[in-house]
């Protein structure tokens, strides 16, 4: 009877999605959350991490890239296979901004199918002297018409929770189609 339960069973579907920005942004941090339900402190990603979310007919393939810029030079092999790209932005990192937005825009059009989803997680909202949601969207260049992507951007606290299962109910959305 197990055996028959397996061969009906409904298929999930493999998503490859992989989630880049710079270091210290919250990638791993925004991941854990998915992933525990709550906030964990965590150490620099060296090199890559690998995660599983399983939904009812979705299994999402999680690559959490580190984001030194040694590893920077990996990103394209894996972006190139992805089916959804989060790239995650440190909303307080000011000093950075040009380049987080130079790094995302070379992977828009370099690294990946213009055809896959892309959330952008303004992160660390429960920091003050944040950027602001309208001011982002304005100086990363994501109005520019020559943008041909879907692309979504949520505000995100890793330590309140706050826009986190927001934005992966984007996600899921987007990709369950």
């Known amino acids: 009877m197990a055996f028959l339960r397996r061969l009906f069973r409904p298929k999930s579907k493999p998503v490859n999605l992989t989630i880049c920005g710079l270091d210290k942004a919250g990638k791993t ?12 402190e965590t150490a620099p990603t060296m090199g890559l991490n690998r995660k599983t979310i399983s939904f009812p007919n979705l299994d999402i393939y999680i690559f959490d890239l580190g984001g030194q810029e040694d590893f920077r030079p990996l990103w ?53 002297d944040r950027m602001e949601r309208v001011q982002f969207v304005r100086d990363f260049g994501l109005m520019d018409p020559n943008l041909k ?27 369950g189609k």
């Not at 925004?30 to 339900?37: A, C, D, F, Q, T």
């Not at 959804?84 to 040009?98: C, G, H």
């Not at 606290?157 to 986190?164: D, N, P, V």
């Not at 299962?165 to 959305?173: A, G, L, N």
């Open 76 to 128: 394209s092999d894996i972006n190139e296979k992805t089916n959804a790209l989060i790239y995650v932005v440190d909303s307080t990192d000011y000093l950075r901004f040009e380049e987080t937005k130079e790094i995302f825009h070379n992977i828009i059009k370099n690294q990946i199918n213009p055809e896959i989803p892309v959330l952008i997680i303004l992160s660390k909202i429960d920091l003050p």
């Open 29 to 40: 941090t925004y991941l854990n959350y998915l992933i525990e339900g709550g906030f964990k």
């Open 149 to 175: 992507i879907t692309w979504a951007v949520f505000e995100t606290s890793a330590k309140t929770g706050e826009g986190i299962f927001e934005s992966m109910s984007w996600f899921i959305k987007i990709l």
